[in-house]
T-cell receptor, first 112, second 117 residues
Framework: AQSVTQPDIHITVSEGASLELRCNYS??????LFWYVQSPGQGLQLLLK??????LVQGIKGFEAEFKRSQSSFNLRKPSVHWSDAAEYFC??????????FGQGTRLTINP | GAVVSQHPSWVICKSGTSVKIECRSL??????MFWYRQFPKQSLMLMAT?????????EQGVEKDKFLINHASLTLSTLTVTSAHPEDSSFYIC?????????????FGSGTRLTVV
């Protein structure tokens, strides 16, 4: 079965610093990969997704992610974070029958 | 864009009572809806998948008699937590598959915080 691992439970960065959130997946075929963001008490918002093609995917809010098949990774990056980026971030992989399997999430804290 | 309205956003109920959570697709028809449960500081766990007009498919370990899902129309799906107990306290989120939205084209509701006292 597919699985997603986000090794970092909590990350703190300073405002204006660069960010990388890690995501590793386990999947036999070419995966459908996603990054979602969740603000406290809110639902999930899609940041970006990868299905095929260019392995560097651009998303909303200045985020990007790179699919690396050799490392089974789909890390999320942002060159300069803003205080409003503080939230919970979830990596997910699409499973058969259109299901999403989510990672454990990474909580991002921004220091002023 | 596609919007899913989830109501209520929070609810407190007494142990033993039932609570209904609604998810409505406002500007599209949702043939498939997913219901998730999220414990504090944890990930989303899929509870069940509902298709309009048919019985929901529950994930392993989810009690279908306790978490009743109804998807009677293309714009409304409901989750009823029956005979709620404190251990049912959680954050419940629905998501709807957007027709024409491509593979895994989902829109999520804003969630419902259920507290059972």
């Amino acid at each position: 079965a597919q699985s997603v691992t986000q090794p970092d439970i909590h990350i703190t960065v300073s405002e204006g610093a660069s960010l990388e959130l890690r995501c590793n997946y386990s999947y036999g075929a070419t995966p459908y990969l996603f990054w979602y963001v969740q603000s406290p008490g809110q639902g999930l918002q899609l940041l970006l997704k990868y299905f095929s093609g260019d392995t560097l995917v651009q998303g909303i809010k200045g985020f990007e992610a790179e699919f690396k098949r050799s490392q089974s990774s789909f890390n999320l990056r942002k060159p300069s974070v803003h205080w409003s980026d503080a939230a919970e971030y979830f990596c997910a992989v699409g499973q058969g029958a259109q299901k999403l399997v989510f990672g454990q999430g990474t909580r991002l804290t921004i220091n002023p | 864009g596609a919007v899913v309205s989830q109501h209520p956003s929070w609810v407190i109920c007494k142990s033993g009572t039932s609570v209904k959570i609604e998810c409505r697709s406002l500007d599209f028809q949702a043939t498939t809806m997913f219901w998730y449960r999220q414990f504090p500081k944890q990930s989303l766990m899929l509870m069940a998948t509902s298709n309009e007009g048919s019985k929901a498919t529950y994930e392993q370990g989810v009690e279908k008699d306790k978490f009743l899902i109804n998807h009677a129309s293309l714009t409304l799906s409901t989750l009823t937590v029956t005979s709620a107990h404190p251990e049912d306290s959680s954050f419940y989120i629905c998501s709807a598959r957007v027709s024409g939205g491509g593979p895994y084209g989902y829109t999520f509701g804003s969630g419902t915080r259920l507290t059972v006292v």
